[in-house]
């Protein structure tokens, strides 16, 4: 019984095969050198499965050289090419990886940059409404959020979109300290990036 | 076809009936699918349905996207699914320098599948137009693409010329990257 249930019985009909997937880019790792985060995920394959590692890059160097002298064995002109398509290949790797980081580097630069404005307006006198704007270069979803938000205050709260264009969620009542204190915890913005408004409305509305 | 990120849309549960209309359906497409279609979809489970932009529809069981169709093409599965039974799809292959192009999304066109690299069935098993292969690549264990063949197998290698899939799924695609929660 026990052994049982301790080794997979096995099933007449074959199994589902289980392929690993990098951790980094999500492809299978035979795939990450397509992926533009290549270094990442060697890095990423060679702590989790160090086998798998050993496999994969030690045959793509293998498989280059044979490429190499295969086609140097059989032709001049056919090797040049395949070579010079191999260093195009690569240089247009190296330059996807590149652009990736660097974009990665602007992200972050971007989201360290990016505030979160929670404003208090003045809707009526004595009634206010607060508008957050700035969450989504944290990687919140507007939606969700004011999904969330409204469920929280038991309040309207709704992504509407601002006479600039982006969109901001707007909330019924005066919520900004504890909107403040959910930014800072649950979305997970650094303190300094939030700031309070107290914003007056245009009289004669 | 999901060359931008999406975000998926309403999600609904599937009838039972519906369900069991989509079972027959895939293995109806996929006849080499029929011995494990109780391992993908159980007879007893709930099927999800989210709608995804451009009319597509993509089956999910238990957040796991399993099967994706648009309007009433036939029904490809998730290249996850196509990695735990590569066996059950026809199969193609192209050449290496073809994958950085696929998996950046362009079209396939017909010289990656006829150039040495590349794979085509034998005269006695061409494939029809209109048909839903999987792709596989020179020098890799698992597919890298999966779609709805423009061009029959024989009139590629007749033609060697044009596109061959134009709006598939591929690894690294919008399609790939959806989660779903």
Redesign the interface.
């Known amino acids: 019984m026990a052994e049982n249930s301790s080794a997979e019985t096995p099933s007449t ?7 690993t997937y990098c951790g980094v ?4 790792p ?2 990450c050198e ?2 533009g985060t290549a270094k990442k995920c060697k890095e990423w394959l060679e702590n989790e499965y160090p086998d798998m590692h050993e496999r994969l890059y030690s045959e793509v160097i293998i ?1 280059h050289i044979l490429i190499l002298h295969r086609t140097a064995a059989v032709a001049a002109t056919l090797s040049t090419l395949s070579i010079d ?1 191999q260093k195009r ?1 690569q240089k ?2 190296a330059k996807k990886e590149a652009k990736a980081a660097q974009q990665e580097k602007r992200a972050a630069e971007d989201k360290a940059a990016a505030k979160v404005l929670i404003k208090r307006v003045e809707r009526n006198k004595r009634k206010y409404v607060t508008a957050v704007s700035g969450l989504e270069a944290h990687g919140l979803d507007l939606k969700k959020v004011a999904k969330e938000w409204g469920k929280k205050f038991a309040t309207g709260s709704s992504v509407t979109k601002t006479a600039s264009g982006s969109e901001e969620v707007v909330v019924q009542g005066d919520n900004s300290d504890e909107i403040y204190d959910w930014v800072a915890d649950v979305g997970n913005v650094p303190e300094d990036n939030i700031e309070l408004i107290e914003d007056k409305k245009k009289k004669g509305g | 076809m999901f060359k931008k990120d999406i975000s998926a849309g309403a999600k609904s549960k599937v009838k039972s009936s519906a369900q069991r209309a989509i079972r027959t359906k895939v293995v109806e497409t996929y006849p080499l699918l029929a011995p494990h279609i109780d391992e993908i979809i159980p007879k007893k489970s709930q099927l999800d349905l989210l709608k995804l932009p451009d009319r597509v529809s993509l089956y999910a069981l238990d957040n796991e996207p399993l099967f994706w169709q648009h309007m009433d093409d036939p029904i490809i599965p998730h290249l996850r699914v196509v990695h735990a039974f590569p066996t059950c799809f026809s199969r193609i292959g192209i050449d290496r320098g073809a994958i950085r192009f696929v998996l950046s999304g362009a079209t396939l066109m017909a010289p990656g599948l006829t150039s040495k690299g590349g794979r085509l069935p034998e005269s006695d098993a061409e494939l029809q137009e209109g048909e839903v292969v999987v792709i596989e690549a020179e020098g890799k264990e698992e597919a890298c693409l999966v779609g709805q063949l423009k061009m029959g197998t024989k009139e590629i290698k007749e033609k060697n010329k044009g596109a061959v899939i134009d709006s598939g799924h591929y690894l690294g695609d919008g399609l790939w990257k959806l989660t779903i929660d």
């Open positions: 009909e074959p199994q589902a095969r289980k392929v880019c999500t492809l299978p035979e795939y397509f992926g498989s398509a290949a247009d790797s």
